[in-house]
């Protein structure tokens, strides 16, 4: 079973982030402007994950030009990657936001503008579309820079909140990022002594 959640998570995904919007107007109704838009990341990440995911389309992708050909990303490291790493981050964004601070909610802001970020820089050094990239135009950049905007505004997006933000951003895709690097490398060497 769980074998079939890892290569078919991202239909549930889409299909939960469908439900969560529908349900976004009951369930945000007496929040803050900020907190409903941190809410909204959850939603705009599984949309954008759909994009990317559908038919293993990022992870072959990523193989083709990152692994240059080798089997660097695995099923397991996209699940891994996405559900804990993304969206279990995302709520521990939203409920640090809702129950400490609001800066909290910086981390879901730059986990959607550096993933944009990472995307855009992607089609400009392969010269050519990657799965994810229409929905971190589209979304996650009207979302990402509206909700700090929102935190700004509110008096939450202090320098040290950002910077925090910001770095677990960061940290989370240099893992990802890390982890092929070093397969990668085990793999050519593997490769030199064929």
Not at 1 to 27: D, K, Q, S, T
Not at 52 to 63: I, S
Not at 118 to 130: D, E, G, K, P, Q
């Given at each position: 079973?769980?074998?079939?959640?890892?290569?078919?998570?991202?239909?549930?995904?889409?299909?939960?982030?469908?439900?969560?919007?529908?349900?976004?107007?009951?369930?945000?109704?007496?929040?803050?402007a900020?907190?409903?838009?941190?809410?909204?990341?959850?939603?705009?990440?599984?949309?954008?994950?759909?994009?990317?995911?559908?038919?293993?389309?990022?992870?072959?992708?990523?193989?083709?030009?990152?692994?240059?050909?080798?089997?660097v990303?695995?099923p397991?490291?996209?699940?891994?990657?996405?559900?804990?790493?993304?969206?279990?981050?995302?709520?521990?964004?939203?409920?640090?936001?809702?129950?400490?601070?609001?800066?909290?909610?910086?981390?879901?802001?730059?986990?959607?503008?550096?993933?944009?970020?990472?995307?855009?820089?992607?089609?400009?050094?392969?010269?050519?579309?990657?799965?994810?990239?229409?929905?971190?135009?589209?979304?996650?950049?009207?979302?990402?820079?509206?909700?700090?905007?929102?935190?700004?505004?509110?008096?939450?997006?202090?320098?040290?909140?950002?910077?925090?933000?910001?770095?677990?951003?960061?940290?989370?895709?240099?893992?990802?990022?890390?982890?092929?690097?070093?397969?990668?490398?085990?793999?050519?060497?593997?490769?030199?002594?064929?």
């Amino acid at each position: 079973m769980f074998e079939r959640l890892i290569h078919n998570w991202v239909y549930g995904g889409v299909l939960a982030a469908v439900l969560l919007l529908l349900l976004a107007p009951l369930l945000t109704a007496h929040w803050s402007a900020p907190l409903v838009a941190t809410f909204l990341h959850l939603p705009a990440y599984m949309v954008h994950q759909y994009e990317e995911h559908d038919r293993d389309r990022f992870r072959l992708f990523f193989n083709e030009t990152i692994g240059k050909g080798h089997d660097v990303l695995s099923p397991l490291a996209v699940f891994v990657t996405n559900v804990p790493g993304v969206w279990l981050v995302i709520a521990l964004s939203l409920y640090g936001a809702a129950a400490l601070n609001p800066g909290w909610a910086t981390i879901a802001v730059y986990l959607v503008l550096v993933n944009a970020f990472v995307h855009i820089v992607h089609a400009v050094i392969f010269r050519r579309y990657n799965p994810g990239l229409a929905t971190a135009l589209v979304i996650f950049l009207p979302l990402g820079g509206f909700t700090l905007w929102l935190l700004l505004q509110a008096g939450a997006g202090s320098l040290g909140y950002q910077a925090f933000g910001f770095l677990t951003a960061v940290l989370i895709h240099a893992a990802i990022l890390i982890h092929v690097r070093s397969k990668l490398a085990k793999l050519q060497r593997l490769d030199g002594l064929a």
